[in-house]
């Protein structure tokens, strides 16, 4: 099972931007897929964006596209999330997750590889 440390979370003000690392251990980081979620205090844990594990396909949801961009170096065993244009309701803690891509270019989670999570706060 991989292990993963999320960072780059903070305070920021709307219209900003941030980026989020995750950084993986071990030598199975290419056999994954990798996604990012987040969770708002009372809601649920919502998916964000996903990669495949060659980084060739992405997704996101609906809210984010067009301001988020994920991407994965290989090299380094890490997966970013390039947040632009933040607005208040993205305010959440942000968990990355290995997991898996479907042949239909969506990404699914596979198993508890979850990171400690890192706090995005947008203020207005």
């Known amino acids: 099972q991989v292990q993963l440390v999320e960072s780059g979370g903070g305070l920021v003000q709307a219209g900003g931007s941030l980026r989020l690392s995750c950084a993986a251990s071990?030598?199975?980081?290419?056999?994954?897929?990798m996604g990012w979620f987040r969770q708002a205090p009372g809601k649920e844990r919502d998916f964000v964006a996903g990669?495949?594990?060659?980084?060739?396909?992405?997704s996101y949801a609906d809210s984010v596209k067009g301001r988020f961009t994920i991407s994965r170096d290989s090299a380094k065993n890490t997966v970013y999330l390039q947040m632009n244009s933040l607005n208040p309701e993205d305010t959440a803690v942000y968990y990355c997750?290995?997991?898996?891509?479907?042949?239909?270019?969506?990404?699914?989670?596979?198993?508890?590889?979850w990171g400690q999570g890192t706090q995005v706060t947008v203020s207005s």
């Open positions: 990669i495949s594990w060659s980084g060739g396909s992405t």
């Open positions: 997750n290995a997991g898996g891509w479907s042949k239909s270019g969506s990404y699914y989670i596979m198993g508890g590889s």
């Open positions: 071990g030598r199975t980081f290419n056999n994954y897929a």
